[in-house]
């Protein structure tokens, strides 16, 4: 191997190694003799647990309907969920806080549904809106909008640890990379633009090919499996085993909210999953192989480079020839075979114990596993992700975490309010998303109160605004930010297909449709908190940091996007600069600029311009790299 060749493990596979070690010192210090009894005789202690027990955790009983609480101020409601949070509220003596301006309302709502700003012309039409309903008229339009399933996307993606080639790479060798992944991006965008019901949208995401053939219109839908870590030496049966341990990772943690790939080397520290379990899930994915298929249904040769695939391939996965029980490996050891586990469900998730999978790999008896209404977890997983992008805090805080090291909702009669409703409205996003943002909670202004004092008593009372009595101010996300810094120069070119680098001097599209690289994650994303795509991520860190500034004050790219703001205020030379600042703050900020943002609007661009940009260029940078341009209200 050359010395400048690139050749890491993902990180997915430290972890694993870590994680061996870890849990083998585990094993030793607190099962003891029973641990080293059960590698000696090739057989597991007896299963100790209390599963009718175990059921009766919050997050492993199905769901229930509760009666909505009586609130004293029913005025205020607006949607179901509001009684919920206005029942809290008042047995805490809070009050919500009063609803936001329509300025703020559009443009909250613009960045929530869509991930855009919305347009000058959009919020004076909205402004001038006397009708009634000219609110929910405006949430239809946007639900409507091609651009929601973009901004849904964003969410997405990063649970499925979506990506386009892998940590390591040894000289050129790319026959591991996915140059077609933004296929399985495009099915997701279209999913979530026609609200595909979302039990179908994780039953094709693991066996369309198993529902619907392989000559399926949704097979790329398959990414969700087949765009996962491949790593070197894969004929090994311990590298094969890391890579059961994605697969079982994200499955399980996307979709149901746990942590089941800590049952691989011994029983769930503290959840009621066993090794029995890890590996009835982890032998389905030993039964599935990945694939480069072509459109023709046939599939690519297994050793071909990216370079040498079709532009119609999908990277999907398919049933192997051999489908067969995987032995317990002992301490996650795979030369130390325990007894066959047979591909199952969870047992927790089962009324009794759960039927063994017996057509094929058991992918598609999987996908009915989770998608299944009597799951208790499938459907609360999701309410909590899509009220965590709306509210900026969880109901769950942790997101893929439902378990007993997890922490327990903060609502928990709304949680279950809402996942039965999902369910009973056909697992519609777009029905959910409608009686979020049509809600009263969602329309609360983000100052805390009116008067100082008051706002403290508040604080007191709940300061990190768990029980919602105002709106979370929220920081964009990298994606929003880099998309409102384009439309405001003018320069957002819509459209998807293949991606490109994003740091690309022609790329000005969406940033969704940036290569997300596994192999070295692009600089932007990274300083602006994009998560790592080598494993699943259940939230998104917010970080503030000098790079950050540095990269708005000095980066090519936003100098290329100040001087082309610039030149769009500046298209009238017969226009005051008056007028152009507040066209500036229309353009950025969806209102006029204050008296005293004018007067130093008007001081600054009064002196003499140094340095390469022209003062009205240096004025366009300041402006984007304001905080204002990074929040929304």
Same mark, same amino acid.
């Given at each position: 191997?050359?010395?400048?060749?690139?050749?890491?493990?993902?990180?997915?596979?430290?972890?694993?190694?870590?994680?061996?070690?870890?849990?083998?010192?585990?094993?030793?210090?607190?099962?003891?003799?029973?641990?080293?009894?059960?590698?000696?005789?090739?057989?597991?202690?007896?299963?100790?647990?209390?599963?009718?027990?175990?059921?009766?955790?919050?997050?492993?009983?199905?769901?229930?309907?509760?009666?909505?609480?009586?609130?004293?101020?029913?005025?205020?409601?607006?949607?179901?969920?509001?009684?919920?949070?206005?029942?809290?509220?008042?047995?805490?003596?809070?009050?919500?806080?009063?609803?936001?301006?329509?300025?703020?309302?559009?443009?909250?709502?613009?960045?929530?549904?869509?991930?855009?700003?919305?347009?000058?012309?959009?919020?004076?039409?909205?402004?001038?809106?006397?009708?009634?309903?000219?609110?929910?008229?405006?949430?239809?339009?946007?639900?409507?909008?091609?651009?929601?399933?973009?901004?849904?996307?964003?969410?997405?993606?990063?649970?499925?640890?979506?990506?386009?080639?892998?940590?390591?790479?040894?000289?050129?060798?790319?026959?591991?990379?996915?140059?077609?992944?933004?296929?399985?991006?495009?099915?997701?965008? /279209?999913?979530?633009?026609?609200?595909?019901?979302?039990?179908?949208?994780?039953?094709?995401?693991?066996?369309?090919?198993?529902?619907?053939?392989?000559?399926?219109?949704?097979?790329?839908?398959?990414?969700?499996?087949?765009?996962?870590?491949?790593?070197?030496?894969?004929?090994?049966?311990?590298?094969?085993?890391?890579?059961?341990?994605?697969?079982?990772?994200?499955?399980?943690?996307?979709?149901?909210?746990?942590?089941?790939?800590?049952?691989?080397? =011994?029983?769930?520290?503290?959840?009621?999953?066993?090794?029995?379990?890890?590996?009835?899930?982890?032998?389905?994915?030993?039964?599935?192989?990945?694939?480069?298929?072509?459109?023709?249904?046939?599939?690519?040769?297994?050793?071909?480079?990216?370079?040498?695939?079709?532009?119609?391939?999908?990277?999907?996965?398919?049933?192997?020839?051999?489908?067969?029980?995987?032995?317990?490996?002992?301490?996650?050891?795979?030369?130390?075979?325990?007894?066959?586990?047979?591909?199952?469900?969870?047992?927790?998730?089962?009324?009794?114990?759960?039927?063994?999978?017996?057509?094929?790999?058991?992918?598609?008896?999987?996908?009915?596993?989770?998608?299944?209404?009597?799951?208790?977890?499938?459907?609360?997983?999701?309410? /909590?992700?899509?009220?965590?992008?709306?509210?900026?805090?969880?109901?769950?805080?942790?997101?893929? /975490?439902?378990?007993?090291?997890?922490?327990?909702?903060?609502?928990?009669?709304?949680?279950?309010?809402?996942?039965?409703?999902?369910?009973?409205?056909?697992?519609?996003?777009?029905?959910?998303?409608?009686?979020?943002?049509?809600?009263?909670?969602?329309?609360?202004?983000?100052?805390?109160?009116? =008067?100082?004092?008051?706002?403290?008593?508040?604080?007191?009372?709940?300061?990190?605004?768990?029980?919602?009595? =105002?709106?979370?101010?929220?920081?964009?996300?990298?994606?929003?930010?880099?998309?409102?810094?384009?439309?405001?120069?003018?320069?957002?070119?819509?459209?998807?297909?293949?991606?490109?680098?994003?740091?690309?001097?022609?790329?000005?599209?969406?940033?969704?449709?940036?290569?997300?690289?596994?192999?070295?994650?692009?600089?932007?994303?990274?300083?602006?908190?994009?998560?790592?795509?080598?494993? =699943?991520?259940?939230?998104?860190?917010?970080?503030?940091?000098?790079?950050?500034?540095?990269?708005?004050?000095?980066?090519?790219?936003?100098?290329?996007?100040?001087?082309?703001?610039?030149?769009?205020?500046?298209?009238?030379?017969?226009?005051?600069?008056?007028?152009?600042?507040?066209?500036?703050?229309?353009?950025?900020?969806?209102?006029?600029?204050?008296?005293?943002?004018?007067?130093?609007?008007?001081?600054?661009?009064?002196?003499?311009?140094?340095?390469?940009?022209?003062?009205?260029?240096?004025?366009?940078?300041?402006?984007?790299?304001?905080?204002?341009?990074?929040?929304?209200?």
């Amino acid at each position: 191997m050359k010395a400048n060749s690139r050749n890491r493990f993902s990180l997915a596979r430290k972890v694993s190694v870590f994680k061996q070690i870890a849990f083998a010192g585990f094993a030793l210090a607190s099962f003891g003799s029973v641990a080293i009894q059960a590698d000696e005789t090739n057989s597991l202690p007896a299963d100790s647990i209390n599963w009718s027990k175990e059921q009766q955790f919050w997050a492993f009983r199905a769901p229930a309907s509760p009666t909505p609480p009586a609130v004293k101020n029913a005025r205020w409601v607006r949607q179901p969920l509001d009684r919920f949070i206005l029942a809290r509220l008042e047995a805490r003596q809070l009050s919500p806080a009063l609803e936001a301006g329509k300025r703020t309302l559009i443009r909250r709502l613009s960045f929530d549904l869509t991930g855009l700003p919305p347009t000058p012309d959009e919020v004076q039409a909205f402004l001038a809106d006397r009708r009634a309903d000219a609110y929910e008229r405006l949430v239809e339009r946007l639900l409507a909008s091609p651009r929601f399933g973009e901004r849904m996307a964003s969410l997405w993606l990063p649970l499925a640890r979506y990506a386009e080639d892998q940590a390591h790479q040894v000289g050129d060798d790319t026959k591991y990379f996915y140059p077609n992944a933004w296929r399985y991006r495009e099915w997701v965008i /279209n999913a979530f633009n026609r609200d595909l019901p979302y039990d179908e949208f994780i039953r094709l995401q693991l066996a369309a090919d198993k529902i619907e053939g392989t000559n399926s219109p949704n097979l790329a839908a398959l990414g969700f499996l087949g765009l996962g870590p491949k790593y070197y030496n894969r004929d090994r049966l311990e590298v094969q085993a890391d890579e059961w341990e994605d697969r079982v990772d994200t499955v399980s943690r996307t979709m149901l909210g746990l942590t089941v790939a800590c049952a691989r080397c =011994h029983d769930h520290k503290f959840d009621p999953i066993t090794m029995r379990d890890y590996y009835g899930l982890a032998g389905v994915f030993a039964g599935t192989r990945m694939v480069n298929r072509r459109p023709d249904g046939s599939p690519e040769k297994g050793d071909a480079q990216s370079t040498n695939l079709l532009a119609a391939t999908l990277h999907v996965v398919e049933d192997s020839d051999k489908v067969e029980d995987l032995p317990v490996f002992l301490r996650g050891n795979v030369s130390r075979k325990g007894p066959v586990a047979e591909r199952r469900f969870l047992r927790v998730l089962s009324r009794d114990e759960p039927p063994a999978f017996t057509h094929g790999s058991g992918r598609r008896e999987l996908a009915d596993a989770i998608a299944d209404r009597a799951n208790p977890l499938t459907a609360r997983v999701l309410v /909590n992700r899509v009220w965590t992008q709306f509210f900026g805090q969880s109901l769950v805080p942790t997101p893929s /975490n439902f378990g007993h090291s997890g922490q327990p909702p903060t609502y928990p009669e709304l949680l279950d309010d809402l996942a039965v409703r999902f369910m009973d409205n056909g697992w519609s996003v777009k029905v959910l998303l409608r009686e979020i943002v049509l809600s009263a909670t969602y329309r609360q202004g983000s100052a805390r109160a009116p =008067h100082a004092a008051e706002a403290a008593r508040r604080d007191s009372v709940d300061p990190s605004n768990e029980l919602l009595w =105002h709106m979370n101010r929220r920081r964009f996300s990298i994606e929003q930010w880099r998309d409102a810094v384009l439309v405001a120069s003018g320069e957002l070119e819509t459209g998807g297909g293949k991606s490109l680098e994003l740091d690309d001097p022609v790329n000005r599209r969406r940033t969704v449709y940036a290569r997300v690289s596994r192999l070295k994650l692009n600089d932007l994303l990274m300083q602006f908190d994009y998560p790592d795509a080598n494993v =699943h991520a259940e939230k998104r860190g917010v970080t503030t940091t000098a790079l950050q500034k540095l990269f708005v004050l000095n980066s090519p790219f936003m100098l290329e996007r100040a001087r082309a703001f610039a030149a769009r205020l500046n298209v009238s030379p017969k226009e005051s600069n008056e007028l152009r600042v507040q066209r500036a703050y229309q353009l950025l900020f969806d209102r006029e600029p204050s008296r005293e943002e004018s007067k130093l609007a008007s001081d600054f661009l009064g002196k003499p311009a140094s340095g390469e940009l022209s003062r009205w260029e240096q004025y366009a940078q300041l402006l984007l790299a304001s905080n204002e341009m990074m929040y929304v209200d």
